[in-house]
């Protein structure tokens, strides 16, 4: 099979065997094809897109280029939740030990932060000695125990995606649906889960711009879950502003403790409440959704669900943090409002940039990150503001900020008339 048969029959618009998308992947991780092929091989799927097929078979050589964990030991069905990436978006805090003391088995690998968007495991080491490198039979017995591990995603898994990522990245080929929902997919399968919940955001802070193509998206990878014996469902949730008010590693974990405890954001206490009455429920069980949701109210009113991400914390070497002395930053700065109205816009981008700059994410991979440092919002869409209000406080430990605070200034949208906000949860496909 020669390479460049399989760019011209793409280019052509024809669909690809599973032989010759298995050939591509294998050659690529081998360094048998060069990064010219897989370039234009990759353009022509950009342009041309693929069949539900094709995306699987893609799917499936990149899942069988590395390892595939192995959750059999695991007694129950293993749930697993995956979010396309936004600000302030510290659901797996919240949601992992809420649907754990439900009695679903969370094994979660997560990722770190980069750009604009967090990751779980950073948010996680913040905490003093929490340790996320486990190997597999720490995290299969800590499962088995105590219903929730969360581990860093080693490099072995899926390598050909971090391959292709990597090429797309320089060659404007990411915004491709299949190429991104195969990418996803194969991460999350060879994670191992039986039920698996995907969090595709829209909005300015987010990967997908539209309703259509989260739809496309959500669509596709529901579908390849399917192809592979998988319960999977997708929520297509709105990030045009932040989820939750904070926005930075230990900011964050203040406010999924909060909302563990029955105080948390609104929006945060929602979404993960409804992600997590999915999750309970197709694990089993509750007979319905609503008894599921039910379940889910009755452990945080317990405090159990608090208790259980207490018990993570242990059981990963982490200090329990006290939160009225956690945060020690040099300044708390408040950032006020010039003018009078309502908040129309608050831009996640902006937002998500700002407390980037500040040091709580990194601009590259390398960056080392202020687990200390961020924004927590004091205003977001629809709230009324008077002149001279707090609409965000800044927790900063750098010398000068004056544009992290123009940023954060410019995020609002401050207009005279009231505002409606837009649902948070705008379709559930499963
Ligand atoms: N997240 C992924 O893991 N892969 C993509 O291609 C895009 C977002």
């Known amino acids: 099979m020669r390479m460049v048969d399989i760019i011209e029959k793409k280019r052509d618009n024809k669909p690809l065997s599973k032989k010759e998308i298995t050939h591509f992947i294998e050659g690529y991780v ?3 094809i060069p990064d010219y092929q897989a370039s234009a091989l990759l353009m022509a799927i950009y342009f041309n897109g693929m069949t539900d097929d094709e995306a699987t078979f893609l799917t499936e050589a ?26 302030g978006d510290k659901t797996t805090l919240v949601l992992g030990p809420l649907v754990a003391s439900c009695g679903a088995k969370f094994a979660k690998l997560s990722g ?12 996680l080491e913040s905490i003093d ?43 404007g080929t990411v915004p ?44 596709l990878m529901v579908k390849i879950g399917e192809n ?41 206490q929602k979404l993960s409440t409804e992600i997590g009455s999915y999750l309970v429920h197709h694990a ?9 949701r039910k379940m889910i109210e009755q452990k ?32 708390l700065i408040a950032v006020k409002s010039e003018t009078g109205g309502y908040v129309e816009k608050l831009n996640a981008l902006d937002i998500g940039l700002a407390a980037m700059r500040l040091g709580a994410g990194r601009e590259t991979k390398d960056d080392v990150i202020d687990t200390d440092v961020g924004i927590v919002l004091n205003k977001k869409v629809g709230d009324k503001v008077e002149k001279d209000d707090v609409l965000a406080y800044i927790y900063n430990n750098k010398d000068d900020i004056t544009d992290e605070v123009k940023m954060v200034l410019s995020a609002y949208t401050i207009v005279e008339h009231a505002v409606e906000k837009q649902p948070l949860i705008l379709e559930i496909i499963a």
């Open 228 to 268: 592979f014996g998988k319960k999977v469902i997708a929520f297509i949730t709105d990030m045009s502003e932040p989820l939750g008010n904070a926005v930075g590693n230990k900011l964050e974990v203040i406010e999924a403790i909060r909302t563990l405890q029955g105080n948390g954001p609104s929006d945060l």
């Open 129 to 171: 000695g929490f340790n996320v490198n486990l190997d597999n039979d720490r995290f299969v017995a800590q499962v088995n125990t105590l219903n929730i591990a969360v581990a860093g995603q080693t490099s072995k898994l899926a390598p050909a995606d971090k391959m292709l990522y990597a090429l797309r990245d320089v060659t």
């Open 300 to 331: 945080i009113a317990s405090l159990e669900a608090n208790d259980k991400f207490q018990a993570l914390i242990e059981a990963q070497g982490g200090k329990l943090p006290d939160l009225n002395d956690y945060i020690h930053t040099r300044d």
């Open 176 to 219: 491709s649906i299949p190429l991104i929902a195969s990418s996803i997919m194969s991460k999350k399968l060879a994670a191992g889960a039986d039920v698996i919940v995907l969090d595709v955001k829209i909005g300015e802070g987010a990967f997908m711009k539209t309703i259509e193509d989260a739809r496309n998206l959500s669509r």
């Open 284 to 292: 089993g069980l509750t007979d319905s959704l609503k008894d599921a």
């Open 30 to 32: 081998r360094e048998r």
């Open 62 to 87: 990149m899942l069988q280029s590395g390892n595939i964990i192995d959750l059999s030991a695991i007694s129950g069905t293993k749930v697993d939740k995956h979010s396309t990436g936004g600000v």
């Open 112 to 123: 770190r932060g980069l750009g604009h968007t967090g990751g779980t495991l950073d948010k």
